[in-house]
């Protein structure tokens, strides 16, 4: 058939816009990916990096910084591609990085250049980032914080200490909320800003955990100095950019396993069918229960993860936090009882850095001795019942005598 002035030439099939259209570009840049930078043949920086230059860190993040302007559910779409030809998982390894600082970063940098100078470098997992938060005078008062930052010309000079700070001892940078104006309510009176750990008055102090390791540190700084370019948000807003970095840590470490059966449940399971000589019917029953209650959990994930992509991350990621904390500590409480007197031995406590090898996750035991933790760090179990009732349930809230007090008159310690 010769072609004539009214033939449509056909040459292929036209591009897809829209939901189908995104989630055709994303596949294709992680299978580009995976082509020109083989994850078992190129060092995992350059692989990251990869990730990074395709738009594939976090591909709702805008392009140049990490994403691909899309939906944030797509993410799936690339990690499969990407892990299922041997690429690791990003989150493990700088999962501060990842999961908290990477979008506080984005969205409260001074500007689009200076988000872009730190987040390829996390995406690379060549800066390890942590978290500055918590106090040893403040507990679960986030709020209630007395590390002090006092403007000088363009920097700002930082007194004070840090507790229960995960990764501090590997981190290059930290996010850290320090009080700038003490004579108004607590609330109003934080700023948010990027220290650099390794500057001089920063010194870090492993904290040795009752599993035999050391992950979380004292920090102290004394006349730490910091650029006031390194300041995220407005002064006396540091508490608004907090928010971005728990809703995003509750998302982060409540959202599960997106595979049914996996995740901790996992183990109880495999130790269930390896000891068949220590079933009992009561056990059955408990593991049965449990199962059910972490494929709740994960449904709940797949809920959040949902709402987060519609409009971000919001109270409901303390859903998953809150229940994912307490199913942990009931699946390795159900292994130490299946075990009986077996579980009592743990004679391990070889200090090994987990945070560098997202392989090792140590004996049964040790997994047990950990999630005694999981009740209080990202927010206790009793912070996140008060923020859900209040803001998903719209109960009343809790009595705060000191919420319109200037910080400096509210009694502490």
Known sequence: MSVGADTVVNSGPEPRSGPAGDAARVEEAARKVVQDHDPRSVSQREFLGACFDAGLSWVHFPVGLGGLGVSRGLQANADAILQDAGGPTPFALNPIGYGMAAPTLREHAQTPDRAAEW?????????????????????????GLATSAVRDGDEWVVNGQKVWTSLAHRANWALLLARTDPDVPKHKGLTYF???????????????????????????MNDARIPDAHRLGAVGAGWRVAMTTLMNERTAIGGGSSRRGTGTIADAVALWADRPDLHTPILRDRLARLWTKAEAQRLTGERSRATATAKGPG??????????????????????????????????YTLRDITRNEDYRGPIQQRFLRSRANTIEGGTSEVLRNILGERILGLPGDMRADSDRPWREVPRG
């Open 194 to 220: 990027v220290l650099d750990m390794r500057a001089p008055g920063v010194e870090t102090r492993p904290l040795r955990q009752m599993t035999g390791q050391a992950e979380f540190n004292e920090v102290y």
């Open 315 to 348: 109270p409901e990621g303390s859903v998953g936090k809150l229940v994912g904390a307490e199913l942990n500590q009931q699946i390795y409480e159900f292994c130490m009882d299946l075990l009986g007197a077996e579980g009592t031995v743990y004679g391990d």
């Open 119 to 143: 987040l390829r470098p996390l995406a690379t997992t060549e800066d390890i980032w942590c978290q500055l938060f918590s106090e040893p005078g403040a507990g679960s008062d986030l709020a």
